[in-house]
């Protein structure tokens, strides 16, 4: 196997911001190409977070310690069973790594990856949600404007001025569907719970995520869930499988993400132990191309909501995959018929 690591920095069309994070005019990302003695070649990307002290020279380094002859697109499993021996590996790299992976092994099965996995994917069925970060209230008027093509909107909050933002984006969209994001922006039950019952009466809000911050004890996440007249998703609080059970006690769904999960085929793990658990699920996303997106979307069929519009909040995606048009998430004009249905732009 040859693996080669692209950097690359994303410009964001707005800068951006969230309760638990500053803004931000620019994100960076590598782009995995990973090639086998055959010449088949499997996309990939790592999206590291700061959130979680992941950086892109963090993953770079990581990667020159692999030993490459011991991942094999015909043997996905053992590859991902390699990687999870090798000592701190970062969520960001696995996640680059099992992508790469995924899209080469498909393609060499000549199916989508969606088929790979026995999903399959049904088009016309599955709407993103399109994100309005934290800014200004006259700003927020402007981003729900230019976002009326989208039939969901998603308002992250955890902000001082969170009842003007509100009230910012019902002067534009009185009665489009929201989904509202505080990134562990309310820090305590009370306050969670008055910010609730006032969302609740708009009559159009569909879940909240991330209410209280991670790391919140049991006790306050329960008392929330009984009295909450919203449903509430857990994001920050949900990593991957083993964050299951934790997050059936004291939350109504989640919010799966393959940089968070590693891939995706922990998200696959993770969206199926969520089912049975009997949460909700929603497929969501960081700032990424369209290579983490499109590998998302692979797994709508395992989602009640999808929240895959990292790549439409830049300006130049070097990648192509599934669209978006109107919110409607299709790889009816994705590159090629396997794999991740990805490519790079020439």
Not at 256 to 263: A, C, E, I
């Given at each position: 196997?040859?693996?080669?690591?692209?950097?690359?920095?994303?410009?964001?069309?707005?800068?951006?911001?969230?309760?638990?994070?500053?803004?931000?005019?620019?994100?960076?990302?590598?782009?995995?190409?990973?090639?086998?003695?055959?010449?088949?070649?499997g996309l990939g990307e790592a999206a590291p977070s700061s959130l979680y002290k992941e950086s892109v020279s963090g993953t770079v380094d990581f990667c020159a310690t692999l030993?490459?002859?011991?991942?094999?697109?015909?043997?996905?499993?053992?590859?991902?069973?390699?990687?999870?021996?090798?000592?701190?590996?970062?969520?960001?790299?696995?996640?680059?790594?099992?992508?790469?992976?995924?899209?080469?092994?498909?393609?060499?099965?000549?199916?989508?990856?969606?088929?790979?996995?026995?999903?399959?994917?049904?088009?016309?069925?599955?709407?993103?949600?399109?994100?309005?970060?934290?800014?200004?209230?006259?700003?927020?008027?402007?981003?729900?404007?230019?976002?009326?093509?989208?039939?969901?909107?998603?308002?992250?909050?955890g902000d001082p001025r969170d009842r003007e933002n509100f009230a910012a984006l019902r002067a534009v969209a009185p009665t489009k569907p929201v989904r509202v994001d505080a990134?562990?922006?309310?820090?305590?039950?009370?306050?969670?719970?008055?910010?609730?019952?006032?969302?609740?009466?708009?009559?159009?809000?569909?879940?909240?995520?991330?209410?209280?911050?991670?790391?919140?004890?049991?006790?306050?996440?329960?008392?929330?869930?009984?009295?909450?007249?919203?449903?509430?998703?857990?994001?920050?609080?949900?990593?991957?499988?083993?964050?299951?059970?934790?997050?059936?006690?004291?939350?109504?769904?989640?919010?799966?993400?393959l940089v968070k999960t590693g891939g995706i085929s922990m998200a696959f793990d993770t969206l199926r132990a969520a089912r049975a658990a009997g949460l909700k699920t929603m497929?969501?996303?960081?700032?990424?191309?369209?290579?983490?997106?499109?590998?998302?979307?692979?797994?709508?069929?395992?989602?009640?909501?999808?929240?895959?519009?990292?790549?439409?909040?830049?300006?130049?995606?070097?990648?192509?995959?599934?669209?978006?048009?109107?919110?409607?998430?299709?790889?009816?004009?994705?590159?090629?018929?396997?794999?991740?249905?990805?490519?790079?732009?020439?």
């Amino acid at each position: 196997m040859q693996l080669h690591l692209r950097p690359c920095e994303l410009r964001l069309v707005n800068p951006w911001k969230i309760a638990s994070a500053a803004g931000s005019s620019v994100h960076r990302v590598v782009i995995f190409e990973l090639t086998d003695r055959d010449g088949v070649t499997g996309l990939g990307e790592a999206a590291p977070s700061s959130l979680y002290k992941e950086s892109v020279s963090g993953t770079v380094d990581f990667c020159a310690t692999l030993d490459l002859a011991r991942l094999s697109f015909a043997d996905v499993p053992g590859s991902m069973a390699y990687l999870d021996a090798v000592p701190g590996i970062p969520a960001a790299a696995r996640c680059g790594l099992n992508l790469a992976l995924l899209d080469g092994a498909a393609k060499r099965a000549g199916q989508a990856v969606y088929d790979f996995l026995g999903l399959g994917f049904r088009e016309n069925q599955h709407v993103t949600s399109f994100s309005i970060g934290i800014d200004a209230p006259d700003i927020i008027r402007q981003k729900v404007q230019a976002a009326e093509n989208y039939p969901v909107l998603k308002l992250k909050v955890g902000d001082p001025r969170d009842r003007e933002n509100f009230a910012a984006l019902r002067a534009v969209a009185p009665t489009k569907p929201v989904r509202v994001d505080a990134n562990e922006g309310w820090k305590t039950k009370e306050h969670a719970l008055e910010m609730l019952e006032l969302l609740a009466r708009d009559g159009h809000i569909q879940f909240v995520e991330q209410p209280m911050p991670r790391g919140t004890p049991m006790a306050d996440l329960v008392w929330l869930r009984e009295r909450s007249p919203l449903p509430l998703y857990a994001d920050e609080s949900c990593h991957t499988v083993r964050d299951i059970p934790h997050c059936a006690e004291g939350y109504h769904g989640v919010n799966v993400k393959l940089v968070k999960t590693g891939g995706i085929s922990m998200a696959f793990d993770t969206l199926r132990a969520a089912r049975a658990a009997g949460l909700k699920t929603m497929i969501g996303c960081m700032i990424e191309t369209s290579i983490l997106i499109s590998a998302a979307a692979h797994l709508a069929e395992l989602a009640d909501h999808l929240d895959l519009d990292g790549n439409l909040l830049t300006n130049n995606d070097p990648c192509r995959g599934a669209t978006a048009e109107r919110g409607i998430i299709s790889f009816a004009n994705a590159p090629g018929k396997t794999g991740l249905r990805v490519a790079l732009r020439a």
